[in-house]
Nanobody
Framework: QVQLVESGGGLVQPGGSLRLSCAASGSSFRSYAMGWYRQAPGKQRELVASVTDSGRTNYAESVKGRFSIARDNAKNTVYLQMNSLKSEDTAVYYC??????????????WGQGTQVTVSS
């Protein structure tokens, strides 16, 4: 069982920066792929960025060059650094942990979400 707690959301002006954190409790954090998703009002939840257990990263096209994901296995924490924020980045951001075992068993966990609002 993994519990995820996000923090760091808030109100920021266009062009500003925020850093989201997701603290994980439970065992085997380093074995999970970690991701950040977001959901804006009236839209589907979408992947923003992810990092595998080996450190490989992936980004949505809309955030490439502006956002950066990083994990600290010693602290059981994953971060999302968001720079040059735009109004269209406004959404609830969710942390995700995903692990696929060799026998096909898959474990997926979600945090409760943190609101990011980009507005002047």
């Amino acid at each position: 069982q993994v519990q995820l707690v996000e923090s760091g959301g808030g109100l920021v002006q266009p062009g500003g920066s925020l850093r989201l954190s997701c603290a994980a409790s439970g065992s085997s954090f380093r074995s999970y792929a970690m991701g950040w998703y977001r959901q804006a009002p009236g839209k589907q939840r979408e992947l923003v960025a992810s990092v595998t257990d080996s450190g490989r990263t992936n980004y949505a096209e809309s955030v490439k060059g502006r956002f950066s994901i990083a994990r600290d296995n010693a602290k059981n924490t994953v971060y999302l650094q968001m720079n040059s924020l735009k109004s269209e980045d406004t959404a609830v951001y969710y942390c995700n942990a995903d692990r696929l075992l060799a026998d096909g068993t898959r474990y997926i966990y979600w945090g409760q979400g943190t609101q990011v609002t980009v507005s002047s």
